[in-house]
């Protein structure tokens, strides 16, 4: 067993990751490194796998139901509320594909999103006849009043849901999810976020923002393995779904023939309602371990604080940078940051570029869509950003 007092969090101190090759790693927002706890949390079952076999069963159908409370006390819902699934593409495509929909329903996307909360849209109107509203993300960053007006002005004329993602993957944006919520409230709509960019480093509330439907994955600022992930469903709103998409662990009982008689087989048993009916087939066990795991330290730490240690991170980096001519998407307003730093780099180099040479120099960023983005998470010390400003500088001068 991994010893418990070798696997204490602490922010901005990375003794968690003895084995990550970078001097700065600022790409959480892409895929976390796993820390020592993961990593023993996911041999400990692979090493039980290997004794009991089937035997892990039990334990593990218990560990599940503990994510599933550890997901719920990360946006203020309760472990009812919440389906385990693959991934949040698998959440998005869930919701899309269960509603009740009506031909000439209208959906409002928006341009500039990752493809996650697009494409699962895009084909629930084109299979189900229903009509896609384009709004701009970017609109909200540059003039947030003007975007809400223009918001209102769309669920106004008739929006059945708003699919928008909390945090934009490019420029770091926080959404106003408050304020869109009470405006669906409002109209009569309903509101799917997608997650992924912003729980476990940005604090979420689903009852107090007026969320609907969320969907998020384990990979990225929960910085667990690829592999699982969670819908939450709010209570007002699991009777109306169908079970379009419901297989064998979606009935009640789900596992009772497996130790039962032959007349407890059966394929009649009723289908759970709310958000289990989403959780389909087997479950990634080994991903559910490291997710534990990796929550776990990021609740002894506190999702509020670690925000606060990350924006202190970019506090330290930003203005550097723009003193050096990088045009920088973080919003002035607090309200609407991240745990994203996205720049514009101020030469002719493309944002790929940029990242491939600050790679070679020991740091892990990415370029998303034109953006030099950092994200950094709790286990980056604040005088990493002098490191990320020679290498600037190193780079800057190559050039000239």
Known sequence: MHDANESRAALGNRALFPELRFDVYANHGSVSPLSEPVQAAVNEVLSAQAREGMGIFPAEVERRERVREQFASLIGATGEDIGLVANTSAGVLAIAHSLPWRRGDRVLVFRGEFPTNVTPWQQAARRLGLELVWMDAEDFRLDRVAAMEQFEQHLAEGIRLVAVSAVQFTTGQLMPLEEMGESCRRHGSELFVDAIQALGIVPLDVKRMGIDYLACG?????????????????????????????????????????????????????????????????????GCAGLEASIGLIQSLGV?????HVQAWHDGLEPALQARGFESARMTDPAGRSGILSLQPPDNRAAAEWAGELGERG??????????????????????????????????????
Not at 304 to 308: L, N, V
């Open 304 to 308: 509020t604080h670690i925000f606060e």
């Open 363 to 400: 740091i892990s960023c990415a370029s998303p869509a034109g953006w030099l983005r950092f994200t950094p998470h709790w286990p980056n010390p604040a005088t990493e950003t002098e490191r990320v400003i020679r290498a600037v500088d190193s780079i800057l001068h190559q050039g000239h």
């Open 218 to 286: 384990s990979h990225k600022w929960l910085m667990g393995p690829e592999g699982v992930g969670f819908v939450y469903i709010a209570p007002q709103r699991t009777d109306q779904l169908e079970p379009n998409l419901a297989a064998w662990i979606s009935h009640e009982d789900a596992f009772e023939f497996l130790t039962g008689a032959a007349e407890t087989l059966r394929y009649d048993r009723p289908i759970r309602r709310g958000a289990r009916m989403l959780e389909s087939g087997t479950f990634n066990n080994l």
